[in-house]
Nanobody, 123 residues
Framework: VQLQACGGGLVQAGGSLRLSCAASGRTFSRYAMGWFRQAPGRERDFVAA????????YYADSVKGRFTISRDNAKNTVYLQMNSLKPEDTAVYYC?????????????????WGQGTLVTVSS
């Protein structure tokens, strides 16, 4: 599976962005998908995850109520809608795929990673 993330950019605090991650292959619905982020000098942190069917989602406490993960299995794409952005959301955002149907939340559990897209939130 190859993943291509896009949609990052510069936005003011309180604004919104939508990230997209397109996946190759014909079995996208068999993969749980996740979004992680990594700020300079920090570890890669879990943001959100979605099951293969899209029926289940899970969020980090820091983004709950502001971010929404979704997927379109017909388009082999997962999205991260980010609202009410804060300067502390500034990071490189990565999408990841795990060859299981259910949600996973740790970096080491994911098999495939996209290249990352930079999100910068100005105050």
């Amino acid at each position: 599976v190859q993943l291509q993330a896009c949609g990052g950019g510069l936005v003011q605090a309180g604004g919104s962005l939508r990230l997209s991650c397109a996946a190759s292959g014909r079995t996208f619905s068999r993969y749980a998908m996740g979004w992680f982020r990594q700020a300079p000098g920090r570890e890669r942190d879990f943001v959100a995850a979605i099951s293969g069917s899209g029926d289940s989602t899970y969020y980090a406490d820091s983004v709950k109520g502001r971010f929404t993960i979704s997927r379109d299995n017909a388009k082999n794409t997962v999205y991260l809608q980010m609202n009410s952005l804060k300067p502390e959301d500034t990071a490189v955002y990565y999408c990841a795929a795990k060859n299981k149907l259910w949600i996973v939340t740790t970096v080491n559990e994911y098999n495939y990673w996209g290249q990352g897209t930079l999100v910068t939130v100005s105050s």
